[in-house]
Every structure is written in structure tokens, then in C-alpha cells.
């Protein structure tokens, strides 16, 4: 074997290395994506079963986590990459903290959905919760989906739909205080409500520093602490 | 300059490269070790122009961070560190974004303490959130110094101390609601009081996360999603 065949053969086996880590880290964001959607659902249900699930499957997403990050740290020692695989190294150690972190958040709802499950359930069944969850779930899809095919324009775009996320979750706040206001024994339904709602609003934060990372490892540009606009432009260019 | 020599030189370039690394740390801590206190300071003496000194110095924490990483990544690149060396790097990429992140719960905790200024003050002065915010000011010092010295079983310590806001968290969670049901006229009040509170119990999480780094670090052991006593004896072993 001469030198440049031994050349392409590392560098074969250091793709199949790279494919192997994207594939875990959307294996990882595929099961916080489900976390997300059935603490939502056992919230809005009152499903405590289901919120148990959700509760007793969190510890899969850490040794995800665990298990990706150590990945990618043998990658650096063994591979040394530059450039653009250097940048999807440090992307990925970046991604799996805030994935595991939603999961951390999901887990939080599905706590909620405990509490709340005992308690007389809201004419509107929680529809505002049903709603952002949908609403964070998707932008967590999109950005793990603009991951996936290294796209900053459409993470520029799922960013975007945080600015939603944030006035639904300040409608359902100020929609809260006057519930407390009006009857003290609504309080701590009020208030899990609003830790649940406030949980949602992290996942949304969360989502969005995602797609700040897919910006930077395709762009190799820095959008966080950035305006939204600013952002897209970045993007874009 | 023979190979030896030049490899001596090279490595010499290194470790100023390295120190530097280290002092920025130290320094964006030390940054947003003022901004919990100010922020504190300002919540607990109603002192609305050093809240919002606080809210306006952000941006500092946020361009630490910035230049931080470009650097990290700079040094990966570049010199393709391995064994000890890299696990630094990757430590001090993940210790600041959890800067970042208290630095972001300190401008919160100025913005409550904005709000707070203009409305009645309790008889306590808001005296559980100035413990709290000593208690969680102490333990980023403590992660920092345990980092600086690369001391595991002192960061295993640190880490412990979580235990205690942890405590102080839910007693006064618990005298808010107690707060909230007997008059709802300090519905607005207490909500911020809780957010406050909330803040600071996040930022002692951000704290542990440190401590955990630098166990990594010392140890090349991954210690997150286990428990304190395990962590304790994983930063002895």
C-alpha cells in the first residue's frame, strides 16, 4: 500500500468516524424530541403513566451524552482534525450539552404533569401548553434537521421561530399572575403551570443556541449574542 | 536549532498559549463572580442604577466567551493537543458557556431587582436571596479556585455546597407560596422574589457543572449525571 492509498483509507474510516457521530447525536435529539412530545402529552392528559416514562427514560439521554462526548474528545486526540471537521467536533460537544439539557427540561414537565394530574384540570385543558410544546418541538426537528443537512439558512429560519415561543410563553405568564390574583387557591396549580410553561420557553432557548451552532460549523462564523436579523444575514451570505 | 531544541521552543510557545487560556478564565469568572454580587447588592438595597450597571456589562461576559472559544478552537487546530492538554481545552470550551449562562441569570436577577425597587420591600429585606446569593457567589469562587490549583477533590467540595442552595431554594419556594395564597396583592412581588430566587439556584447549578470539568480535567473521568457521594470519591480515587 503506498502512501496515498494509506492516505485515503485513513481518511475513509475518519468519514465513516464523522457520519457514525452525526448519526448519534440525531439518534440523541430523536429521543428528546419524543421526551419533549410525551411530557407535553401526559401533562395535557393528566396521564401520570406516561409522565413516569418520560421521568424514568432521562437517564438514556445522559449516557448519550456521555457516551457522544467521549467520542468526540478520542476524535480530537486520535484524528486531529482542522477546519471544517474540527468545527463539527466542537458542534456536536456543543449540541449534546443543550440536548441533554431539554431533556433535563422535558423531564421537569413530566414532573409537573405528576402534580398537576392530581389536581381539578382548567376549562382550557392546558390547550397554551399543548400549543408551545408543539411549537418547541418542531424548532428542535427543524434545527436538528438543518444539522443534519449543514443548512444555515434553514437555521437561521428555526431561530427565528423563537420569537414565538417567547410571546406565547409571556401571554401564558401574564394569563397566570391574573389567575393568582383572582383566587388564591389557584396558586399552585398557577404555578406548576407556569414552571412547565417556563420549561417549554428553555427548550425553545435551547433549540435556537442549536442552530446558532449549525450557522457556525457551515459559515465558520460566530451568530451568538447576535440580533435575529443580523443572524439571518450571516446566514445568508 | 537542532529538532530537540526547536521541539522545546515549539512546546515553551505552547504553554504560554495554554496559561493565557487559563488566565482569560479566570478573569471572565472573576467577571461574572461581580455581576452575582452586584446583581444581589442591588436586588437587597433596592439600588436600581447598580441593577442596571449589571444589565449593561453583559455584554462583557458575552465577548470573554467569544474570544474564549475562537481561541480553544484556535489552539485545537493549530497545536493538536492530546492527553492532558486537550482535555483542558475541552474543559475550558464547556466552563464558559456555563460562565455565560450565570453571567445571563446575574442580568435576570438585575432586571427583578429593577422591578422590585419600585415596589414595597418585605420586613426581611429580602434577606433569604442575599444568603442565597452569597452561598452560590462563593461556590463559582470555589469552582474557579479549584480549577486555577486543578484541585479534584476541591471541586468535589465545591460541588457538595450545591446540596445547600439546593435547600434554601425549595424554603423559599415554599414561604412564597405560603406568601402568595394569604394576600394576592403580593402575587406580583413574590413571583419576582421566586424568580430571583430561581436564578440563583440555577447559577449554583452552572457552578457544580464547573466543579464536574475540572474533575474531568484532573481526573480524565466524566462524573456528570452521578451522585455527589460518587463524585466525592471519583475526585479522591
Known sequence: MDKNTMGQHISRQFNVELEEIRNKVMAMGGLVEEQI??????????????????????????ALEVDIDE????????????????????????????????????????????????????????????????????????????????????AAKVAQEDLKVDSEYDAIMRQMITFMMEDPRNVKRTLDTMWSARALERIGDHAR???????????????????LEQMTKEARD
Not at 209 to 227: A, M, P, Q, S
Open 71 to 154: 467520542e468526540s474528545i478520542q476524535i480530537l486526540a486520535r484524528r486531529q482534525p482542522t477546519a471544517g471537521d474540527l468545527r463539527l467536533i466542537v458542534a456536536v460537544i456543543k449540541t449534546i450539552t443543550d440536548l441533554e439539557r431539554m431533556g433535563d427540561q422535558a423531564e421537569k414537565v413530566a414532573r409537573m404533569a405528576v402534580h398537576l394530574a392530581d389536581m381539578e384540570r382548567p376549562r382550557n385543558q392546558y390547550s397554551e401548553l399543548q400549543h408551545m410544546g408543539d411549537l418547541v418541538r418542531k424548532m428542535l426537528h427543524g434545527a436538528l434537521d438543518a444539522f443534519a443537512r449543514m443548512d444555515a439558512e434553514a
Open 37 to 62: 412530545e410525551n411530557a407535553t402529552m401526559a401533562l395535557v392528559s393528566g396521564d401520570v403513566e406516561q409522565a413516569e416514562g418520560v421521568i424514568s427514560r432521562d437517564y438514556q439521554v445522559n
Open 209 to 227: 443556541n442549536i442552530c446558532e451552532y449549525v450557522i457556525y460549523l457551515v459559515k465558520g462564523k460566530d451568530v451568538r449574542h447576535i440580533t
